[in-house]
């Protein structure tokens, strides 16, 4: 799916327009942007089939330009307007806060041009004069140049983890590609990646690497050996590969999968057997004989201890664990029964309840939870209550109509500022569950946040609390936030806690939930879809659970409907206190 990148790359056009104030294209970029985002087909399905300028808000030149992205990757239109801008836009808009006409004013004012131009003027305090930014502005712009800093080259695992499996799907059209695997921090499911590793095992090393490196996504070629290369796809992740022997295959995925440091003790005790542990297999010290190397179970199991999943691996005592038969059975992939966070087009989804319900189903889902945005959330077209029963109606409809799923009707509801939702209780009441969320207010200090989340769980209408930490990766920190004081009050008051899966969310995160689950807090792992192709951001959120060790009974959602719904209810209830 290019929907994405094809949309990032107009808002992007968008933003160098919005620098020469040419209003009237900016606004048809962004709307053209927004209409792409929310586009539940394929873009490049539309594109094959000259459907594009069939697209609400997308006319001749826009569809020449997202035609010109998709053949080449490349835009000479977008080229031309980056040389001509003085300012680097793309380096400045990763600050969080600073947007293209804070940029405009930056350039206007101070002659602004880099992110180095602007840490230098808000350490010497020059950005507080600008009109409309202040001193807190200006240290929010310290806090979030460190932070883009930090995360700069990092991509968010859900745009990684399709591109190393579109790898995959490539290497495995190659007769002479016998097998092929994904190994590094993408097989580790870590929150972000900074390249994808692959390996491949082959007799024909020589022909793999030429297709490698020609494949049609790649767009520039870093490095080519005999049996390693390297490449920048189109969408900007490098890719590595390694091609080997099948009989090592096992041994090399353990090395490139890593940690490194969870390598480094799995050598160290293999030193201790009078074993030798490389990527090129587990050998006799002493004969030099192959001990294991074609499965990754025959190394661990040499090694004296059980296998270890990927997502574990980080040396965080799972080594320990493995040889004393102690490892928790993490939760799979395939145990989710349903999905308790997504929007339609009741407010800002596009797709309809049936098309979600359908969706789901073909997953394998039991059960779905419609969660449309509720209260004075302008910006998300939020249900009143005239809507909610309306759509109470539809979804009762759908019902009839469909087998095999069933819709519950929820809603995602702000979280005041004093902590309340921002709806009656009366109307909470109506809804299967009611998640609540902060989506305001990100500044407030630590105590006043962890004070705010704690009220919300003590409403008895109040079920789970979404995306807690409300961190969004490569964008945004997290809002501070006492999370033991929150688990304490999860468990007090019989609130759920959500993974929340969307690829730039991610939250809790994979720490957060070993935390939680040592708690004793109670998870549900939701995707947040805003149409039927992001449900599939499932995986991503229950690799986070398992990277937190979660099992399948700390995650409600892996329960049929009657025992999930029982575990939100009694939960809930069995606090004891009704809180008002
Ligand atoms: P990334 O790419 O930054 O998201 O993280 P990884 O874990 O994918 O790291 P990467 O791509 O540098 O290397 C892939 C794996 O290869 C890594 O997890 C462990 C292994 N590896 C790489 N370099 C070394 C090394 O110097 N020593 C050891 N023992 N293993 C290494
Ligand atoms: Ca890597
Ligand atoms: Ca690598
Ligand atoms: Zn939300």
């Given amino acids: ?59 001749e030149g826009i ?128 929150e972000t990646i900074g390249d994808i590793d692959i390996l491949a095992t082959s ?64 050598r160290r005790i293999a030193v201790e057997k009078g074993l030798k542990l490389s990527e090129y297999g587990l050998f006799d010290r002493k ?25 574990m691996r980080e040396d965080e005592g799972e080594i320990e664990m493995a040889q004393h038969h102690m490892l928790p ?12 966070q997504m929007h339609t087009k009741w407010s800002d989804g596009s797709n309809s309840i ?21 209260g004075k959330l302008a910006i998300a077209n939020a249900l009143d209550e005239k809507r909610i029963a309306r759509q109470k109606k539809e979804i009762a409809k759908v019902n009839k109509k469909l087998i095999g799923i069933k819709v519950l009707q929820g809603t995602e509801v702000n979280i005041k500022d004093d902590g309340t939702p921002d709806m009656d209780n009366k109307v909470l009441k109506q809804f299967d569950i009611v ?25 008895e209408n109040v079920d789970i609390i979404a995306h807690p930490t409300g961190r969004l990766i490569t964008k945004r920190e997290s809002y501070e936030i006492d999370l033991d004081a929150v688990f304490d009050a999860a468990k007090r008051t019989g609130t759920i806690l959500e993974i929340n899966s969307y690829p730039e969310r991610m939250d809790l995160r994979d720490f957060h939930v070993r935390a939680a689950v040592k708690a004793g807090v109670k998870l549900a792992i939701n995707t947040d879809a805003h149409n039927a192709d992001q449900l599939k951001f499932m995986r991503l959120g229950i690799g986070t659970a398992r990277r937190g060790w979660a099992t399948k009974k700390d995650i409600i959602n892996t329960r049929s409907l009657k025992g999930m719904m029982g575990m939100v209810k009694k939960s809930k209830s069995k606090s004891g206190k009704i809180f008002k």
Avoid at 236 to 265: C, M, P, S
């Fill in 287 to 311: 004969t030099g004989r192959l001990a294991a190397g074609r499965t990754e179970e025959e190394v661990y199991k040499k090694l004296g201890m059980d296998y270890i999943e990927p997502e």
């Fill in 354 to 374: 049936e098309e979600m319900a359908l969706a789901a189903k073909k997953l394998g889902h039991e059960y779905i939870c419609i969660t449309d945005h509720t």
């Fill in 203 to 266: 007799k024909a090393p020589a022909k793999v690497m030429d297709f490698f490196t020609k494949m049609p996504n790649v767009a520039d070629v870093l490095a080519k050996g005999e049996t390693k290369a390297s490449v920048r796809l189109k969408e900007g992740i490098q890719v590595d590969l390694r091609v080997l022997d099948d009989r090592i295959f096992g041994a090399a995925l353990l090395y490139f999968t890593g940690n490194k440091e969870h390598n480094i003790i799995l």
């Fill in 329 to 340: 059975k993490l939760v799979g992939y395939d145990e989710i029964k349903g999905d308790l």
């Fill in 1 to 59: 799916m290019k929907n994405l990148p094809v949309s990032e790359l107009l808002n992007e056009i968008a933003d160098y327009l919005e620098f020469a104030d040419d209003m009237y294209r900016v606004r048809a970029y962004r709307k053209a942007a927004l209409v792409i985002e929310g586009l539940s087909e394929d873009i490049e399905q539309v594109w094959k089939e000259k459907r594009l300028e069939e697209l609400p808000g997308i006319g």
């Fill in 63 to 190: 569809a020449k330009k997202i035609d010109e992205f998709l053949r080449t990757g490349k835009l000479r239109h977008l080229e031309k307007l980056k040389k001509k801008t003085p300012v680097d836009m793309e380096g400045l808009g990763r600050i969080e806060g600073v947007g293209p006409k804070t940029i405009i004013k930056l350039y206007k004012e101070l002659r602004i041009k880099t992110v180095a131009d602007l840490e230098k003027a808000a350490k010497k305090g020059k950005i507080r004069n600008i009109e409309g930014l202040g001193p807190i502005a200006e240290h929010n712009i310290l806090k979030s140049i460190e932070f883009a800093k930090k995360t700069k080259d990092r991509i968010p695992l859900g745009f990684a983890l399709s591109s190393a499996e579109e790898v995959i799907k490539t290497l495995g059209t190659l007769k002479e590609v016998d097998n092929a695997g994904i190994a590094g921090s993408t097989r580790r499911m870590k």
């Fill in 435 to 459: 998640i609540a969320a902060i989506h305001s207010g990100f500044k407030n200090t630590k105590e006043k946040a962890t004070k705010r989340i704690i009220k919300a769980m003590e409403n």
